[in-house]
C-alpha cells in the first residue's frame, strides 16, 4: 500500500503564488504571527505527525471498525493515542481564540493542517474536526456564561463535540424532527428524543462530549421555524467547569456501514437530559447554519482529500507496474513499459490530478474567505467575502465530493484487479469518500440550494462580487487562452442562469431538475478560474527563470488537460439543463 505523503511544495504553491497568503495575513489582525518561517514550520511538523502518526491507522480503522458494548463505545486501536498526541501538541486549538486556551492563528492555516489531517485519516479527524465546529457555533450563538463554561475543554481537546440535526424520519427536511425541549425551573431545559447517525456521537476519546442539539420547545410552530438550538453535555458540567454527574445521553448502537469505519456513526437517546438554549427560541435552524457551513466546507475537504490520497497510490503504482507496450516502447530492457506510458492510465490521473490540484486551491481560497468574515475589519471585504462564501460553500462541497466519486474510481481503475482488492488502499477510498457526496446535506440538496435559494432567491445578486473577481483575473489577462476560455464559460453559466430564471417563473419543477447538473456545470467553471490562475501564474515562473521548471511545466500541462478535456463537459450539462424538467416529471410514479 503506498503511504501519505503530505504534498508541500503543492499546498505552499495554492497558498502563497496563487492565493497570495502572506499578504492575506499582513492583513489579519490574528495573522502578524504568520512569517514564512513561522508557517513552513507548522506545516512540517503537521506534515510529519500526518504521514507518521495518523495515516498508519487509516487501514487499522477500516478493518477493526469502532466496536459498541453494552452503550459504551471503543475506537480502533491506536486512534486513542493519536488523539492524546494531537490534544498534546497543540493541534486541537490553533485557530481558536487564545484567550479561551487557543493559539490564535488563522482559520486558513488550520484547514491546511486540516487537509493533512484527513488525507491520512478520515475517519479519525472527524473526531477533531466536528468540535470546531461545536466551538463556532458555541461561540456565535451562546451566552457569555455558557461559553466560559463549554468552550476551554473543547478548545484543548479534553471534550469533542457533535451536531445532532438527524433523526431517523427527519433527514434532508429538517422541518419533520421530533425531539423535544421542556423548560426546567432553573433555566435549563430537558432534552428528549433519538438522534440518529450522528458522528462521533459517542468514543473513547475525550472525558465529555458536547453534543448541538437541534429540539422543538413546547408550543414551537410546525417546521424549520419551530426549532431551537441546544448545547447538551454527555455528562453535567458544574459551575467551575469540573464533571458532574451523567446527563442520560446514552448511545443505543452504531452502525455498520460501508466506509469510514473508523469513526462512530451512532444513535444518540436523550431522556431528560440537561441542556442549555443557545440563540433565541425557533431560530435554531438558522444559528445551526454556523455549524453547518463550516461543516460543508470540512466535507469538501474530506472529498479533496480522496483525491490526494487516491492520486498518490495510483501514480506511484502507474510508474511501477510494467504491463503491454506503448507505440514506441520506453523500456526496451525490460519486458513491458510502466502503464503510465498509456494514454487511458493518462486519463485517469491527469483526471485525478486536475482535481487534487485545483481542488485545493478552490478550498483554500473559501478558508482565506472564511478568514476575512472572521477577523478582517474591513466592512466591505467582510460583505464580499460572506457573498462570495454563499455562493461557493454549495460548490465547494457538492462539486469536489463528486469529483472524489469520479478520482477514487479512477485510482481503482488504474490499480486494475489490483485496485479492487483491499490490501492496496484504493477502494478504501472510494467506499470512505462515498459519504461526502450525502451527509452535510446531500448534493441534491446543495444544488437546491445553490440555484434555487441562493441564485434564483438573491435574483442573482450573490453572484456579484465571485463574478467581478473572475472577470476582472480574466480581463487582465486576456492574452491567456485559459483566460479567455474561462471568461467564456463564466458568461454561459450567466446565460443559463438567466434561462433557468425565466423558466422557473412559470414552473417551479425547472429550478429542482437543472440544480444538480446546474451545481456541477458551475463546479466545472470556478475550477476553471482557479486553472487559469495556475497556468498564467506558472508561465510567469517560467518566463522569470524559475529553476523549477519541471513543476511548472506540469502545472501548464495540468491546466491544459483540464480545460481541453474537463471543462467540455458543460456543454453537454448545459443541453441537458435546457432540455427541461418534462422528460423526468411526465412519468406518474406508480408507472415507473
Ligand atoms: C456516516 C454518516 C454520518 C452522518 N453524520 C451525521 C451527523 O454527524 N449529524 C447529523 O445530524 N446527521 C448525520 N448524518 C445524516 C446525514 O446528514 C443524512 O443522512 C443526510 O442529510 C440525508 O438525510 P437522509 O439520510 O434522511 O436522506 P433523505 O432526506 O431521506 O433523502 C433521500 C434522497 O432523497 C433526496 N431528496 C430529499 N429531498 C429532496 C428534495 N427536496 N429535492 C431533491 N432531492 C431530495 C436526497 O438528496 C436523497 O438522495 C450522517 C449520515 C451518515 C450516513
Redesign the pocket.
Known sequence: MSEYKAPLRDMQFAMDEILGYQSHYASLPNGEECSPDMVDAILQEAAKFSESVIAPLNSVGDEEGCQWNEGKVTTPTGFKDAYQQYTENGWAGLSQKPELGGQGLPISLNNVVYEMLVTANHAWSMYAS?SWGAVSTIEAHASEDLRQLYMPAVIDGSWSG?????EAHS???LGLLRTKATPNEDGSYAISGS?M???SGDHDLTENIIHIVLARLPDAPTGVKGISLFIVPKIQVNQDGSLGESNNVSCGSI?H?MG?NGNA?CVINFDDSKGHLIAQPNKGMSAMFTFINESRLGVAQQGHSHIEASYQAALAYAKDRLQMRAPVPQNPEKPADPIIVHPDVRRMLFTQKAFAEGGRVLNYYCAQLVDIVHANQDAAAVESAQSQLALLIPITKGFLTEASLEATSNGIQILGGHGYIREWGQEQHYRDAR?TA?????N??QG?DLLGRKILGSGGKVMGPFVEKVRAFCQANSGSVYAQTTEKALDQWLTLIDKLGVVAAKDRNEV?AAAYDHLMFAGYTVLAYFWAQSAVVAEQAIAAGSDETEFYQAKIATARFYFERILPRIDSIATMITSGSDNLMDLPAEAF
Request: glycine fraction near 12%; proline fraction near 0%; include cysteine.
Open positions: 466536528l457533535t451536531m445532532c440535526l438527524t433527514g434532508s427536511d438522534k447517525f450522528i458522528s452502525e456501514k469510514i456513526t459519504i450525502i451527509y452535510e446535506g446531500t441534491g440538496i437546491l429542482n
